[in-house]
């Protein structure tokens, strides 16, 4: 916090005053400016943070010279000024100084009706807001009159057994002191924390004379501003009211005026033509001058205009792109500015799929749609069973009555979520949102059978455990089934302001990308190229699984070689595709990893299918998965232990690798593949394995007649492979981070199981965060900084990476940074939030 010497706790605000928002706040702050841009903004007095703490605990500073300035018998408002204005802050209180003597004046010069409505709503909110009182019998009459007046003014004092306050002064006084109560308030201290508040946030107050909006001649107030909040497109919004106060334009559901002529009904540019015009060149000043959109807040005084306040005008995800861009287009702030004016983290909301609307829906329910975008995926009732299910990297609408902070970590690994309780701010609906996760809440006709794991639809059908559904978190339904799913697309803005933060980025993106759509989605958000394509992910669906089973289970390598020929041009296809689609960009491809566990049927129904599919005795593939089942198969035969121990399956895949090069070089760009080993402990395996795709190498070049060249790299994710980077650097042109299995072989912690404990590990603080889902750099980088160390020092120019789910958070990004990592690689859905965060690190 900047040092308050300098300041006053009272500063009447000129063009000159000291001032800071860190000290009297962002609308303080602003007012200033407005009035150095020679707005016609009323007299305005700001209180300091410290000012106000000090009101809080009953210290009042001098009353006298903060109503000083306003002259004799002013009226006055008063409105929060936090650090931040997002942060929120207690109501306004208008119309402070109304007393008798007040009303009775008021009367003369503005009439009877005009004086009494101001009188009965100041009443109102200082009943309501300063002495807390119940609103019941302070609403406001549909018509104002002296009796209702009486009436009112009797209700305070026969609530409170005193008179209403007759003296501006401590009418003041306890306003100031309710709303410096208001902000340290449990609510209030929640709410602004949610927004990113610190918990020491201070609280500003500005003092300002009422410009009046009702009485003779021409009198309103109004609200304009010239973007369009959902869109961040430029163009007039706002509302008139005349003979009407503060934001009550805005409510009203008759009367009040549209700003500019659109033929929606009468306007402000049609009958105040003047001060239409005046208010657009304040708009144009506000922007030019203060860099920003902002939403004025006027009040016309018999024909006067006066500025009150302009705010910064709050924004969807999608506006707040298109302002920053539109700023930097018309050079009113640069583009590294725009870079930084957007959040990383809104842009996955602007990135989701869609149900294809011309496709047919078989609505299951529908519920609240709470957060956008499409997913489909396996139903599952628990937290524990969306982590598994994502740790199988299978897809999963986690369905529950409704969601509490335990159920955070499932939704992380879930798709989508459903609940059957809940409006748009319920805990699933914020949560969703802020996770980009599409979501739908309050879906109460769906009965959830927990016993039964299953969901019973209004129509009676029944969806069990596993069953696939698809959620439209944009429209609100719950479809049966694999719904057809649309690609998201960019918007030019979007398009743009990506390309300025790729001008500023100095660490590559690529994407995690296993199938053609992926690959399509990672080019539509231009990764520069594909980090991690994990090859056995291609054989979890349909027939294919089916095929990779009998692979498993092949006995001898003559039958594991039927298999495997079989596999080999669906492999090629496979790899031809995502060459063609990312056209001449990197595609580094990961050979298989299967842990058997994930391949191998669970139960004995899937036992009697496989024994169909092999025609093989259902004993004997009982007695089989037996043989191959493992105690431990995330450590077991996986990687390259099973490359090495059948090496015909990776060979396979190396002649699959150069017959799509050649093929997807014939017809495009040049094609040079990575090919990358899996849980590497030993240089010997990356000895071993480089000599035989060698050989498969100069197999095709030889059949081809074409020459090619490809990359060889490690994973590193053992600890071993970290600690021996230097040896396994020799055989490496690349080393490529696997931080999820890192993570789990350094925390000794399964990847599966983790989930059972971790809310009370993260909730004792034992860890700040669960290191799946955040890079613990104290551990698992010091692993990452050694591997890169010892790995240059194995060879000089070798390329390093990090391709865990880590790869496109903001910290593992800076982390990658810091130690000169050639690029991370992310879920498609995360590069353009990656590519944002990196040009946000970079700037
Ligand atoms: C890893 O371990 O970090 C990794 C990317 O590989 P997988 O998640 O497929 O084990
Ligand atoms: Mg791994």
Redesign the pocket.
């Known amino acids: 916090m900047q040092q308050e010497k300098r300041f006053d706790p009272v500063t009447l605000i000129t063009p000159t005053a000291a001032m800071s928002p860190s000290v009297h706040g962002g609308r303080a702050k602003c007012l200033q400016r407005l009035i150095r841009l020679d707005m016609p903004v009323p007299t305005t007095v700001a209180l300091s943070f410290a000012a106000v703490r000090k009101i809080a605990r009953g210290q009042m500073p001098d009353m006298a010279g903060i109503l000083d300035p306003f002259g004799a018998n002013p009226l006055l408002s008063v409105r929060p000024s936090s650090q931040d204005p997002d942060w929120g802050g207690p109501s306004a209180i208008l119309n402070i100084g109304m007393n008798d003597t007040r009303y009775a004046q008021l009367i003369d010069s503005l009439g009877a009706d005009a004086a009494t409505s101001i009188y009965l709503r100041f009443i109102q909110s200082y009943a309501v807001q300063v002495a807390r009182l119940d609103p019941e019998p302070f609403h406001l009459p549909d018509t104002p009159t002296e009796e209702s007046l009486r009436a009112m003014l009797d209700a305070y004092e026969y609530e409170t057994d005193e008179v209403f306050p007759q003296d501006p002064a401590e009418q003041l006084g306890q306003v100031l002191r309710s709303m410096a109560r208001a902000w340290d308030g449990t609510t209030a201290r929640l709410l602004r924390q949610a927004k990113g508040a610190p918990a020491d946030a201070g609280l500003g107050l500005v003092v300002q004379s009422m410009a009046l909006g009702v009485g003779e001649g021409t009198s309103g107030a109004g609200v304009i501003q010239f973007v369009d909040d959902a869109t961040g497109e430029r163009r007039i919004k706002g509302r008139y009211l005349s003979q009407s106060q503060g934001r009550d334009a805005l409510t009203v559901a008759k009367g009040a005026l549209f700003l500019c002529k659109d033929g929606r009904g009468p306007s402000v540019e049609e009958e105040l033509p003047e001060v239409f015009e005046q208010l657009r060149n304040y708009g144009d000043l506000c922007r030019i001058r203060l860099r920003e959109e902002m939403q004025i807040e006027f009040t016309i005084e018999n024909g006067q205009l006066h500025i009150l306040d302009a705010v910064r005008v709050q924004r969807s995800n999608r506006a707040s792109v298109r302002i920053a861009v539109a700023l930097a287009e018309d050079q009113v702030i640069p583009t590294d500015e725009a870079v930084m004016r957007v959040d990383p983290a809104v842009l996955s909301e602007l990135l989701h799929r869609q149900v294809d609307s011309v496709s047919p829906r078989d609505r299951i329910v529908r519920g609240i749609a709470a957060s956008p975008g499409a997913a489909v995926g396996r139903i599952v009732f628990t937290a524990n069973e969306a982590q598994a299910s994502a740790a199988r990297s299978e897809p999963c609408i986690l369905v529950r009555r409704e969601t509490t902070p335990e159920d955070i970590r499932g939704m992380h690994a879930a798709a989508a979520v459903v609940t059957v309780r809940g409006g748009i701010t319920s805990h699933a609906a914020v949560i969703g949102r802020g996770l980009g996760l599409p979501c739908v809440v309050g879906a109460s006709d769906l009965v959830i059978d927990r016993k039964g794991k299953r969901l019973i639809a209004p129509d009676g059908r029944k969806f069990h455990e596993g069953d696939m559904i698809t959620v439209d978190g944009t429209s609100g339904d719950v479809l049966a089934g694999a719904a057809p799913l649309l690609e998201p697309a960019l918007d030019g803005a979007f398009q743009q302001l990506l390309q300025w933060a790729d001008q500023y980025r100095d660490i590559g993106v690529r994407a995690n990308a296993d199938t053609p759509a992926d690959a399509q989605t990672a080019r539509n958000f231009m990764a520069q190229g594909i980090g ?1 394509c ?1 090859t056995e992910h291609m054989f979890f669906e349909g027939d294919r699984l089916g095929m990779m089973r009998e692979m498993i289970f092949a006995d001898t390598v003559t039958e594991r070689q039927a298999v495997l020929d079989r596999l080999l041009p669906m492999q090629r296809g496979d790899f031809a595709e995502l060459f063609h689609i990312m056209q001449g960009q990197p595609v580094c491809i990961r050979l298989f ?1 299967p842990p058997l566990h994930e391949f191998l049927p669970a139960d004995k129904s899937g036992h009697r299918e496989l024994a169909e599919q092999l025609s093989l005795p259902l004993s004997e593939v009982h007695a089989r998965v037996e043989a191959l089942s493992e105690y431990n198969p995330m450590l077991g035969m996986r990687g390259v232990r099973l490359g090495l121990t059948y090496p015909e399956i990776y060979d396979m895949q190396a002649r699959a690798i150069f017959e799509a090069t050649v093929e997807a070089s014939r017809s495009g760009d040049p094609v040079v593949p990575e090919i990358m080993i899996p849980l590497v402990s030993a240089m010997r395996e990356v000895e071993l394995v480089k000599a035989r795709i060698d050989a498969v190498a100069g197999h095709v070049r030889a059949e081809t007649g074409v020459q090619f060249n490809y990359r060889y790299g490690v994973m590193v ?1 053992t600890p071993r492979a970290a600690l021996r980077a230097e040896d396994i650097a020799q055989y490496a042109a690349f080393l490529s981070f ?5 993570t789990q072989m350094t925390y000794g912690l399964s990847r599966d199981d983790a989930g059972r404990f971790m809310s009370a590990y993260v909730n004792a603080h034992v860890y700040e965060e669960d290191p799946f889902h955040t890079l613990d750099v104290d551990g698992v980088g010091e692993l990452l900084k050694m591997g890169a160390e010892r790995g240059r020092a194995g060879r000089s120019d070798v390329v390093l990476s990090i ?2 789910e880590h790869g496109g958070s903001r910290s593992a990004i800076d982390f990658c940074r810091k130690q000169n990592f050639n690029y991370v690689s992310c879920s498609p859905f995360r590069v353009p939030a990656a590519r944002l965060s990196a040009a946000q690190l970079a700037i």
């Open positions: 991690l994990r990893d994710e696997g931080t999820n299995d890192l391709c865990g």
